[in-house]
Every structure is written in C-alpha cells, then in structure tokens.
Nanobody, 123 residues
C-alpha cells in the first residue's frame, strides 16, 4: 500500500558528506514513522535512524549519533538522511522503511521497504 524509492547514494572520501532521500507514494506519508537501515555484504540489516510522524522525535544508532541527521518533509512525502564525517565502515546499501506505529527499531518492526541505494566511503 506504500512504495518507497531511495536516491542520493554514491562514492565519497572519508570525512565527506552525502544526503540520501526517500520518496514515498501510495498512502498518506504523514501517517508513518520513517526509518533508515543499512546492510553491508554478508551482514544483517542494521538500524540507523528513525523519525516520528511530526518529526518531533528522532532516534539514532550509537554508531552514527552526532554524524547523521534524519528529517522529513511531509508536504513532499520525503524523508532525508544527512550523513557527515563519513567513515569507511559506513559503506553499505542504505534502505528507507516505514511503519504505522511507533514500536521497535529492528527491521522486523517495519512494514514497508525501499530497494536501497549504495553508499561507498573510500579511505
């Protein structure tokens, strides 16, 4: 009932910045809690950040706190992930996801997923 499409990934040197975008369609965007996850080859899909319906509450994984910022623009049905001070260990496919209830922050707690966008950080 909702479709998510990520964009903005690419190649960046360590210490650089990228901004990822996730465009949503199919249902009312403001009805959903939005999150970002990432997955490296051979690894599990890990939580990165979450933002509430209004944008008033955010949550970050310890590994990205202070470097990444999640935000949303409900008028544009879009969620963003601003990534600063990037490290090689940030290299992964980044996925946006949506859920209708503010519950847990594991991948299993989210109902809808995008296809992902590759972020590569060179050392």
């Amino acid at each position: 009932q909702v479709q998510l499409v990520e964009s903005g990934g690419g190649l960046v040197q360590a210490g650089g910045s990228l901004r990822l975008s996730c465009a949503a369609s199919g249902r009312t965007f403001s009805s959903f809690v939005m999150g970002w996850f990432r997955q490296a080859p051979g690894k599990e899909r890990d939580f990165v950040a979450q933002i509430s319906w209004s944008g008033g509450a955010t949550l970050y994984a310890d590994s990205v706190k202070g470097r990444f910022t999640i935000s949303r623009d409900n008028a544009k049905n879009t969620v963003y992930l601003q990534m600063n001070s990037l490290k090689p260990e940030d290299t992964a496919v980044y996925y946006c996801a949506a859920k209708s209830v503010l519950s847990g922050v594991t991948a299993a707690d989210y109902n809808y997923w995008g296809q992902g966008t590759q972020v590569t950080v060179s050392s």
